[in-house]
T-cell receptor, first 111, second 110 residues
Framework: NAGVTQTPKFQVLKTGQSMTLQCAQD?????MSWYRQDPGMGLRLIHY???????DQGEVPNGYNVSRSTTEDFPLRLLSAAPSQTSVYFC??????????FGQGTRLTVV | TQLLEQSPQFLSIQEGENLTVYCNSS?????LQWYRQEPGEGPVLLVT?????EVKKLKRLTFQFGDARKDSSLHITAAQPGDTGLYLC??????????FGTGTSLTVIP
């Protein structure tokens, strides 16, 4: 039972570098989303998708891009990493109207 | 803007004690969720409540949704060390955007 798989689990970037956080789900869920978790702030929604080819912005989208070419995959791209993007990133998926099911997270440090 | 406020932020209790965690908002939600998160892991869903005034029990955990669907509480009876973790509430109105609370970090001391 893979569920939601995120790679990598840990990453260190230099300011200005770009990278893609990968997320894949094998539950055939329509909805996928990306959150960041920072101390004392809970989880904040970055971007979400209600189906292949459809994406929308959440609460904190600046500095991040997403695409959804397939139902299974929802990568998150950082075009030019900044120290403020140091965080733990969680990908989640769900059926319509159901609560999100989370991956194990990617811990990103930008130096 | 934080739509959901949780209290307390930190809680440290002895094994066997009871505790209540609160999740409050000025917004009405169509449903509210409670998650538990352990270090290095993603949040795991405990329960969803959808009806104002609804009470759900999960073994020693009791969840209540406020009558006005703006707040919720989680009560743990006879806490055990295995209950240690970060408890998060989340609410939605659209079914695809979920707003999370600030979290309550619970430590149960053996």
């Amino acid at each position: 039972n893979a569920g939601v798989t995120q790679t990598p689990k840990f990453q260190v970037l230099k300011t200005g570098q770009s990278m893609t956080l990968q997320c894949a789900q094998d539950m055939n869920h329509e909805y996928m989303s990306w959150y960041r978790q920072d101390p004392g702030m809970g989880l904040r929604l970055i971007h979400y998708s209600v189906g292949a080819g459809i994406t929308d912005q959440g609460e904190v989208p600046n500095g991040y891009n997403v695409s959804r070419s397939t139902t299974e995959d929802f990568p998150l791209r950082l075009l030019s990493a900044a120290p403020s993007q140091t965080s733990v990133y969680f990908c989640a998926s769900s059926r319509s109207g159901s609560a999100p099911f989370f991956g194990q997270g990617t811990r990103l440090t930008v130096v | 803007t934080q739509l959901l406020e949780q209290s307390p932020q930190f809680l440290s209790i002895q094994e066997g004690e009871n505790l209540t965690v609160y999740c409050n908002s000025s917004s009405v939600f169509s449903s509210l969720q409670w998650y538990r998160q352990e270090p290095g892991e993603g949040p795991v869903l405990l329960v969803t409540v959808v009806t104002g005034g609804e009470v759900k029990k999960l073994k020693r955990l009791t969840f209540q949704f406020g009558d006005a669907r703006k707040d919720s509480s989680l009560h743990i009876t006879a806490a055990q060390p295995g209950d240690t973790g970060l408890y998060l509430c989340a609410g939605t109105n659209t079914g695809n955007q979920f707003y999370f609370g600030t979290g309550t970090s619970l430590t149960v001391i053996p």
